[in-house]
């Protein structure tokens, strides 16, 4: 009776050994891949957009202030060079969330809807295509185009 205890026992261990070393393949070993599809990226994109326009860098005023400073070349919460204000702030967003988290690189660029090219550009350029979400906010002096390229990583 004793020895059958100890086997049940002995049963019950390699049960759970077993289990946890489905848990480590599914979970640890056969992670599936991490990056969003192109659509969710876009969708993703698109909402951090939105959301960096509404984001406070200087007082009451939000990067979409800034961005309208920088194209018309004003100084904005005392900085002569508000272009330079995006430039450091941007990436401290930006950085943690495509470089960290997703592992991809991205372009991020403003013009006026009456300019060809950016007035304002930030990361890197794309090597292997991209999947691009683009908003047109406006304000009191212009209506902007802004874009954000997600770069597809080669296969």
Do not use: W
């Not at 969330?97 to 300019?115: C, K, L, P, W």
């Not at 979400?133 to 954000?148: D, G, H």
Request: a neutral charge; proline letters at 6%; glycine letters at 4%.
């Amino acid at each position: 009776m004793k020895g059958q205890t100890e086997l049940v026992g002995l049963v019950l261990i390699v049960l759970l050994l077993a289990a946890a070393g489905l848990f480590y393949l599914k979970f640890v070993v056969l992670q599936p891949d991490q990056r969003p599809s192109s659509l969710e990226a876009v969708s993703q994109s698109t909402n951090l957009l939105y959301g960096i326009i509404h984001v406070p860098l200087c007082a009451n005023f939000t990067a979409l202030d800034f961005l309208d400073a920088c194209s018309s070349q004003r100084t904005l919460c005392d900085e002569p060079q508000p272009c330079s204000v995006l430039e450091q702030q941007l990436p401290l967003i930006f950085d943690p969330v495509f470089h960290r988290y997703i592992g991809m690189n991205y372009t991020f660029s403003a013009q006026t809807a009456d300019e060809k090219n950016p007035f304002f550009k930030l990361g890197m350029k794309c090597k292997h295509g991209s999947t691009q979400a683009r908003i047109s906010p406006r304000t009191s002096n212009q209506i902007y185009s802004l874009s954000f390229d997600l770069c597809a990583k080669p296969v």
